[in-house]
């Protein structure tokens, strides 16, 4: 299949250690974050999500932090596996006229090597 | 498999044609977005239907793009006289709407155009 983010920030990590993928968002009138997973030919795959007044949010083997001082949001994977070899990206969702509008950072390719 | 399909998952076609992408959302959604991604980018937002109302368009949608969604169920998104310029990752993402809503996205569907 074709390839996601031929030219995107990459963070290359060994298999069984914990990652950690960085995220600037725009605007502080978002209200929810959400971040996603997406693997080369398929459509973005929602992996966890953490609202505006919220600092952190643990899911299984996955963890979001959210800074709204420095408008910063990040997602740690714990014991990385090479399952998790995809592109992240992170999306804020900006309240718009009655309906959500998500607004996707730039993304990272996590490669996880054995 | 009950989450978002999408039809075709691929598109050649010369530039000049017409192509239609149909998106089936997930069955008790009734918000449907388009989302279109090029290589290295994360998604953008192009339109968004509440029910078969098409309620949000972007400015990323030029005259040549029209969407529907007649019975509030599945949607079309048609392309008039394609560009190079389109050929893209066009998403569909369906959701529940209200506050916090996920939005579970399809595979998309690639489209070249020559």
């Known amino acids: 299949g074709e390839s996601v983010g031929l030219h995107l920030p990459t963070l290359s990590v060994q298999e069984g250690d914990n990652s950690i993928i960085n995220c600037a968002y725009s605007?502080?009138?978002?209200?929810?974050f959400i971040w996603y997973k997406q693997e080369s030919g398929k459509g973005p795959q929602f992996i966890i999500d953490?609202?505006?007044?919220?600092d952190k949010r643990q899911g299984q083997r996955v963890t979001v932090l959210l800074n709204k001082t420095v408008k910063h949001l990040s997602l740690q994977i714990a014991a990385t596996q090479p399952g998790d070899s995809a592109v992240y990206f992170c999306?804020?969702?900006?309240?718009?006229?009655?309906?959500?509008?998500?607004?996707f950072g730039a993304g990272t390719r996590l490669a996880v090597h054995p | 498999d009950t989450g978002v399909s999408q039809d075709p998952r691929h598109k050649i076609t010369k530039r000049g044609q017409n192509v239609t992408f149909r998106c089936d959302p997930i069955?008790?959604?009734?918000?449907l977005y388009w989302y279109r991604q090029t290589l290295g980018q994360g998604p953008e937002f192009l339109t968004y239907?509440?029910?078969?109302?098409?309620?949000?368009k972007s400015r990323l949608l030029s005259d040549r793009f029209s969407a529907e969604r007649p019975k509030g169920s599945f949607s079309t998104l048609e392309i008039q006289r394609t560009e190079q310029g389109d050929s893209a990752m066009y998403l569909c993402?369906?959701?529940?709407?209200?506050?916090?809503?996920?939005?579970?996205f399809g595979p998309g569907t690639r489209l070249l155009v020559l």
């Open positions: 993402a369906s959701s529940l709407g209200g506050v916090g809503e996920t939005q579970y």
């Open positions: 605007n502080s009138a978002s209200d929810y």
């Open positions: 953490i609202r505006s007044n919220m």
């Open positions: 999306a804020e969702n900006l309240p718009s006229g009655g309906y959500n509008k998500l607004i």
């Open positions: 069955s008790e959604h009734n918000r």
């Open positions: 239907f509440q029910n078969e109302a098409q309620l949000e």
